[in-house]
């Protein structure tokens, strides 16, 4: 769901590191991700290596997000799924991981992930497409020339996406703050369930607590009291004379 693009962006960014110009790289100058190409595509358009290296936490969750996350439709993709599938996209192209993810589901792989992506990834227990999803990906790096120069930190990322999209997946509600519970009453205490679990039957009364049994005693003591006195001055009521 939406809410783990924070949580998703947050693990994305610890793999991706600062600056890097790395000739080998086919994605060129790179800050925190963010290449140089997609940092003039999304936020200054005549923007140099200079200015890259100075991008803000603002720009680059934008580049993010309209590049990778919404490319992958990771805001209707299940917990744990989405992560992985961002950055996969990340990593190697938001098409690739689309594509990759639709052969681990079984649907037709055109690199859009629509309906029939999303209602195959929801009818599949997301640990399984997970794994799978992870296994091809690091098959696909391995067979990369460039795998020589990055295949260690690249076993390493798909090693801890596996693992963090996995706990994800395991617990999306933790993603989520509970409903605040309404306090219970201290003077009205909740009755404990008997051993066997069972409760009164249906349609029986309920025990009176304490308070109301006191009450209804009283009640009883003073209504007899005012009866018996009211028998031992009968006569003089009959009669009509002031009884001491």
């Known amino acids: 769901m939406d809410r783990n693009f924070a949580r998703a962006l947050a693990l994305v960014l610890k793999s991706e590191g600062g600056w890097s110009d790395n000739p080998a790289d086919p994605g060129g100058a790179t800050m925190r991700g963010v290449t140089l190409a997609n940092f003039r595509r999304y936020v200054k358009a005549d923007a140099g290596k200079a200015e890259l290296r100075k991008i803000s936490d603002a720009e680059i969750a934008t580049v993010y997000r309209r590049f990778y996350w919404d490319a992958v439709v990771g805001a209707e993709l299940p917990a744990g799924i989405d992560y992985a599938v961002f950055d996969f996209a990340v990593n190697s192209g938001p098409g690739r991981a689309a594509k990759y993810l639709q052969a681990v589901l079984g649907v037709a792989e055109d690199g859009r992930i629509g309906p029939a992506t ?127």
Do not use: N
């Not at 009866?227 to 031992?232: D, M, P, T, V």
């Open 118 to 244: 999303l209602a195959a990834a929801g009818a599949k227990p997301a640990g399984i497409v997970i794994d799978a999803l992870c296994d091809a990906r690091l098959a696909f790096l391995q067979r990369l020339p460039t795998w020589p120069t990055f295949g260690k930190g690249w076993s390493a990322r798909v090693l801890s996406v596996r693992r963090e999209a996995l706990l994800l997946s395991a617990r999306p509600e933790a993603s989520v703050q509970p409903a605040p519970q309404a306090p219970v009453p201290a003077a009205e205490p909740p009755t404990a369930s008997p051993p066997d679990g069972g409760g009164p039957p249906a349609g029986s009364a309920r025990p009176a607590s304490p308070g109301k049994a006191t009450g209804i005693v009283a009640a009883v003591v003073l209504a007899v009291g005012s009866i018996a006195a009211w028998a031992a001055h009968l006569t003089c009521h009959l009669l009509g004379v002031f009884c001491q």
